[in-house]
């Protein structure tokens, strides 16, 4: 089975400053790693994916991660944040193999982006 | 290309009585996912279909939810009768295959329970 923790579940944080937004899982096989953004009364979007390869993953409107192996950690970043940023977002993993494979997502942390 | 798309938006129901919520895929998607979302957590599998057939239901509450895929495109998920604890978001999902690792997702139905 695998869990994602989220260890903050709000992030204010003032416009044009950085933002980490920290993601730590737990799994017994490999997995593949994922940020979404949930923005209020929408549906689930996909920022950015981890598979292989390069540990710093690059995505949508700015935002990267990096995958941790040692740490089990994919935290996300963003060098300056709009207002527009402010929203939910969520880590999730999914086993690289298996019959039944599942997202397991985190709680969520909600950054919200002050002016 | 059209997303997912999901009805109705919002529903308001008293506990005991049935809700259906209706999904339709992103065209092409073999793998169509169920989610719930309660406030303030993440989403949580309900059900997973390969096109017509169930790949993983193991957490979908079998007394009072139901799904079904029956032609392998949409897909309804029942609840009969409904529980103050089901007020939450359900969200649809679809992706190419199973093995494919992105999911797209609908904008969801907010049900609330009174």
């Known amino acids: 089975a695998q869990s994602v923790t989220q260890l903050d579940s709000q992030v204010p944080v003032f416009e044009e400053a950085p933002v980490e937004l920290r993601c730590n899982y737990s799994?017994?096989?490999?997995?593949?790693l994922f940020w979404y953004v949930q923005y209020p009364n929408q549906g689930l979007q996909l920022l950015l994916k981890?598979?292989?390869?390069?540990?710093l993953v690059k995505g949508i409107n700015g935002f990267e991660a990096e995958f941790n192996k040692s740490q089990t950690s994919f935290h996300l970043r963003k060098p300056s944040v709009h207002i527009s940023d402010t929203a939910e977002y969520f880590c999730?993993?999914?086993?690289?193999?298996?019959?039944?494979?599942?997202?397991?997502f985190g709680s969520g942390t909600q950054l919200t982006v002050l002016p | 290309e059209a997303g997912v798309a999901q009805s109705p938006r919002y529903k308001i129901i008293e506990k005991r009585q049935s809700v259906a919520f209706w999904c339709n895929p992103i065209s092409g998607h073999a793998t169509l996912y169920w989610y719930q979302q309660i406030l303030g957590q993440g989403p949580k599998l309900l059900i997973q279909?390969?096109?017509?057939?169930?790949?993983?239901d193991s957490q979908l509450p079998k007394d009072r939810f139901s799904a079904e895929r029956l032609k392998g495109v949409d897909s309804t998920l029942k609840i009969q009768p409904a529980k103050l604890e089901d007020s939450a978001v359900y969200l649809c999902?679809?992706?190419?295959?199973?093995?494919?690792?992105?999911?797209?997702f609908g904008p969801g139905t907010r049900l609330t329970v009174l």
């Open positions: 999902a679809s992706s190419v295959g199973q093995t494919n690792n992105e999911q797209f």
């Open positions: 799994s017994s096989v490999s997995v593949y």
């Open positions: 999730a993993v999914i086993p690289r193999s298996g019959s039944a494979r599942q997202l397991t």
């Open positions: 279909f390969q096109n017509n057939g169930v790949v993983d």
């Open positions: 981890y598979l292989s390869g390069s540990t």
